[in-house]
Structures are given as C-alpha cells and as structure tokens.
C-alpha cells in the first residue's frame, strides 16, 4: 500500500505548478514599478535641469553685461544687454529699476510689461535674487534673475522657467499623468494635468511618481500618473507572461506527477519503516574528560533497510518532523532504547541516555505519558534520561510546551539544549525553559585548531553555560587538541569520533562494559620486599 504522505507532496507540488500564474500579475507589477519610476525620475530630472541651466544662464548674463557696463542705461549697456540676449537661447529681456520698481531702461527701449507671481526669494549660494513672474504675452512664466547695484538701482534679467508651451508640454505626457512645478514654499507655478487625485492618493503605490529640484534655486518638479494607468499599457505583455507561466506550469505539474508515480522517494516508505522498526537507534558515547570514564551516550537513528542500505538521519529527519512521523519514530526508538540498554543500566546505574526531541513534540503532552508508559518498569530509572531540543527550531511559548517540559522534569529526566548557539537561544530563553545540560555544536569545536589558545565565541558559550549553572557537553570533538582546550576551559563531557562514532548496540555495549572495567577496577596492592 502507498504510503498517504505520497499525496501530501502531489498535492504539494499542485499547489507549486500554479505559483509561476499566481506570480504573473505580482512580477508584472514590479517591472512596470520600475521600468515607469525610471522614466519618471528621467523626465523630472530632465525638466529640473532646464529649469537651473536656464536660471544659470540668466545669473551669467546678468553679471557679464554688469561687469562689461561703466555704467547703466547707457549705450553701451543696451549694446552689452542685446548682444547677451542674442548669444542666448533663453535670455528674453534686461531692466534696470529702481528699488521701487521705477523702470529706467532696458534692452530695447521700451517698457517691459511684467506683473509678479512670487516674492523676490534669496538664492542659496548666490548674490542674486529671484522672482517668478508673468513677461508680457509670454504664456510660460518668467524668472527674473536680480542683482542690486549701487544703493538705489536693480538689474534684472527674464528667462522663461521652461522652453516649451503647457500646451506642448501635456502633448508629451501620458493621459492622466501630471506635471507640477511649484517652489518649495508650496506656490503653484506651472500645473499641467489634474493633480487632486495624486494629493488626495490613499497610498504611494496608486501612482508613479517622482520629484527633484532645480539646482540650488527653490524650485520643486513634481510628475505623477496613476499606475493602473501605466500597466494598462502592458497589457500586451501580460498576455505572454502568462502565456509563458502557464506553460510552465503545465510543465512542471506534468514532471512533479511522473516523479511521484515512478520514484522511491525514500520519505514515502518513512511510515512503512516506523512499523517494521527499521528506524534503529545507534549509541555514540559520551567521555568524561578527566577520568576517561564514559558517562552515557546520545541516540541517533539510522534507516536500516531491508536490502542492507543504510540511510543517514539528514535524508529522513526534516521529512519526518514535517509530517509529524516524528512522534511515532521517537516512540519506537524509546522501546529499542529500553530493551537494548536495560541489563546495562543495572551495571552502570549512573550512565545517562539522551534522546532527541523535536518541536512537534512539545505541542502534545502525550509524549510525557509515552515515556512513562515505556521506562515506568524498566530498568532504566527516569533519572538516567535525558531530552534533547535542538535550537535550530524555537520552541513555542505556550502552555503545553511548559506542560510537557515540567512533565518531563516531574519524572526526574533532564532536559539539554542540543546545537546551542547555532538558532534562536538567548539567557532568557534558556532559562524560561528550565535547560539543565547545554551541548554545543561542534561548529564552535572545530574553532580549535593546533596552537589555538583562545576561543572568544565558544569561550563565551561556556562562560553563559556556567552562568546558568547548566552540564556542559562538547559535540564534535574530533582531535586531541580540542579535547585538551575543552577539559582547561572546565568542560567535562564530549562526544566525537576521536573516542567513537555512533555504534550499534553491540559494539557499544563492549565499549562501556570495557571502560566501566578499567575505571572502576580494584586498585592494585603492590609488596615492596626489603632488602635484609
């Protein structure tokens, strides 16, 4: 019979076939956002920087034909004046007045019809001033461009703020779109298109906008258009994408429904495994530092198939925590715990037994009665147990993980912290938790290499271990060094492949009988004869 999870992960790959549809319309959006936000910074950047070329051009000619003038209103004044205008696109007039708007003369002899639009606003950096106003017939406003001279006379130069007509400016821009030139006071200059609906906008993303400033003058460009103005006009190119993303599709419905009728995903078996206690635990010691004694072991679990393959835990553990087949595998590799290790928990009663958990586990107070169910009348007390969580996923704050935590400690079992200072822990954390035994990763461990005489990373995990008066057990322990920093730093406990690798019960059964002999052996009476 096929395993249900099969379905679980058709059903899961249904759902992916239909994301790249889904994430048409999102990745559309996206490109438009920017390919549109681009153009409209280029336009506003392109509108600013006429806007200050122009104001720079009046600010040079204004000061060249002073500097070229004995004095105003004189021939050679309107000589100078003329011949500036005539060398510039954008010069359009030059008035001397005085400070009470008197005029005296200008460039061509005749009264200049200007009425203001702005107060006469300083120009950081500048000596000149400037005024937004309205040039005779001209229907674009003018700048006027003002340096004082002398104590009772100003000169004055117009440009024009932009060198195209409203009328051929809107010609330019999209339906609906809005241009605005204001200074940055807030007066409205120049306004093409209806700007309401961009101030009254519920949101940034309802239109594309941009703005920017003319030079170091205070003038402020404003462009907006509505987005769904703009992606209309890739409608186009909607189509294909979602052309293209139904294929694709289809193409991978299609590969995922081969794959799952034809494969052997070794997850797929997972269940069958569980049942047929497949799932076998293997047994890697842990050693005493200092005396050499092994003082218990953590359980790993291999998949030994019926053909004699062995598959590492990394190909099954994810899917099985996922799943939730993680509850029944850790049930039955606690009943091969307890029949494997029974009769050698009566020699050595001290010999701890760590067993990992997952984070599922702490989501159902059953496990608290599994383990008293399994070890409740077996010769291995409560108190040779010990519950490691990893790290690497934090464990929910809630009732029934303070349930299952406090159930565990009721019966007398430790709990460890496994692969500390790799995820989510903090003091708090691990205090909240109740942690007795702090293992660390052997990440930190392999921070020890040959003439290494500090660690500040792991130095500081095994100064916070200490702190919160927690076991300390080093994972990962593969040289002598290591094993020699670890016992000066005060860590006891390790577990590696330079004492041994995860064994099968049998040989792991040799191993601690053999320790515990030599450790615990007799001592030795040794007669010294003298000589007579």
């Not at 280029?42 to 040079?60: F, K, P």
């Not at 193409?251 to 206690?277: M, Q, T």
């Not at 076998?280 to 072991?297: A, H």
């Not at 077996?378 to 935590?405: A, G, K, Y």
């Amino acid at each position: 019979m096929k395993s249900r999870f099969s379905h679980v992960l058709m059903l899961m790959g249904a759902v992916l076939a239909f994301v790249p549809i889904i994430a048409v319309d999102y990745l559309l959006d996206a490109y438009v956002q920017y390919r549109e936000k681009a153009y409209a910074q280029h336009y506003v950047e392109s509108l600013s920087s006429h806007i200050n070329a122009s104001a720079m051009d009046g600010v040079a000619a204004l000061r060249q034909v002073i500097a070229a003038s004995p004095s105003l209103c004189t021939p050679t004044f309107v000589t100078n004046a003329q011949t500036a205008i005539e060398a510039s696109l954008n010069l359009k007039q030059f008035l001397v007045e005085n400070l009470d708007g008197v005029q005296y003369c200008d460039a061509y002899g005749r009264m200049v019809t200007q009425s203001p639009l702005s107060q006469p606003l300083p120009v950081p950096g500048l000596t000149e001033t400037m005024t937004v106003v309205k040039l005779g017939d001209m229907a674009m406003p003018a700048l006027k461009i003002t340096q004082t001279f002398g104590e009772t006379r100003r000169v004055s130069s117009f440009v024009p703020l932009l060198g195209q007509s409203e009328a051929a400016l809107a010609d330019t821009m999209a339906d609906a779109a809005m241009m605005r030139v204001t200074l940055t006071n807030g007066l409205s200059i120049v306004t093409i298109g209806d700007p309401s609906g961009f101030d009254r906008r519920a949101s940034s993303a309802d239109y594309i906008s941009a703005q920017g400033y003319a030079g170091q003058f205070p003038i402020k460009v404003e462009f907006a258009v509505p987005f769904a103005m703009v992606r209309a006009g890739y409608a186009d190119l909607d189509v294909v994408f979602t052309v293209i993303a139904c294929v694709a599709s289809a193409v991978f419905l299609l590969l995922n429904l081969s794959y799952v009728r034809r494969s052997r995903v070794p997850a797929f078996d997972l269940e069958r495994a569980i049942e047929r206690n497949e799932i076998k635990p293997y047994y890697q010691p842990v050693i005493n530092l200092r005396t050499g004694e092994l003082v218990g072991c953590e359980v790993l679990c291999r998949w030994e198939k019926r053909n004699g393959k062995v598959i590492p835990p990394g190909a099954f553990i994810d899917y099985a925590e996922v799943t939730g087949l993680a509850i029944p595998m850790t049930v039955s590799l606690m009943q091969q715990v307890r029949n494997d290790l029974g009769e050698l928990s009566k020699t050595m009663p001290e010999m701890k037994i760590s067993i990992n958990l997952f984070e599922g586990h702490f989501r159902d107070v059953g496990i608290v009665e599994d383990v008293q169910a399994i070890f409740g009348q077996s010769p291995i007390s409560f108190r040779q147990l010990v519950f490691e969580i990893t790290e690497r996923r934090p464990l929910n704050n809630s009732m029934t993980t303070t349930s299952v935590i406090s159930g565990l400690h009721a019966l007398g079992a430790r709990l460890a912290m496994d692969d500390a200072g790799t995820g989510h822990s903090n003091l708090a954390y691990l205090a909240t938790l109740g942690v007795d035994v702090i293992k660390i990763d052997r990440i930190f461990v392999d921070m020890i290499k040959p003439g290494t005489t500090q660690v500040p990373v792991l130095d500081g995990l095994i100064a916070m271990a200490k702190d919160l008066d927690c076991e300390i057990v080093a994972e990962g322990v593969e040289t002598e060094e290591q094993a020699l920093y670890l016992r000066s730093r005060g860590v006891l406990h390790a577990q590696g492949y330079i004492f041994a690798p995860a064994l099968k019960i049998g040989a792991y059964k040799e191993l601690a009988l053999a320790l515990h002999a030599s450790t615990h052996a007799p001592p030795r009476l040794e007669v010294v004869a003298s000589a007579a």
